[in-house]
């Protein structure tokens, strides 16, 4: 299969990514753009702080691939691993869903 630089969706092409944990391609808008802020890995959904940026998809089996194979800390070209908490936490939220607190 060649590589393309663009996945194809209808008439348009989205930038392609490779997440970090489960290593496949998918579209940019479906991964997480991650930045290292001070030893400590800081999600940045908009896209907009500078420095080395890596994707992965929002989930927690993603998050446990890449720390189980040291891929942030070559992602990012770190002397140690990075702080993953808000990290985690973030993609936590993500999966438990919003809290609306209202109940009917």
């Given at each position: 299969?060649?590589?393309?630089?663009?996945?194809?969706?209808?008439?348009?092409?989205?930038?392609?990514?490779?997440?970090?944990?489960?290593?496949?391609?998918?579209?940019?808008?479906?991964l997480l753009r991650l930045v290292v802020v001070e030893d400590v890995i800081v999600p940045d959904p908009n896209g907009r702080l500078p420095g080395r940026g890596a994707s992965i998809h929002p989930s927690s089996r993603c998050l446990e691939l890449a720390e189980r194979r040291r891929a942030f800390t070559r992602a990012f070209r770190l002397a140690r691993p990075p702080d993953t908490t808000r990290l985690r936490t973030r993609i936590t939220a993500s999966e438990d869903g919003p809290a609306t607190g209202m109940s009917r």
């Amino acid at each position: 299969m060649p590589r393309r630089a663009r996945l194809d969706s209808g008439d348009r092409k989205t930038p392609v990514r490779t997440c970090v944990g489960c290593r496949s391609r998918a579209a940019k808008s479906d991964l997480l753009r991650l930045v290292v802020v001070e030893d400590v890995i800081v999600p940045d959904p908009n896209g907009r702080l500078p420095g080395r940026g890596a994707s992965i998809h929002p989930s927690s089996r993603c998050l446990e691939l890449a720390e189980r194979r040291r891929a942030f800390t070559r992602a990012f070209r770190l002397a140690r691993p990075p702080d993953t908490t808000r990290l985690r936490t973030r993609i936590t939220a993500s999966e438990d869903g919003p809290a609306t607190g209202m109940s009917r």
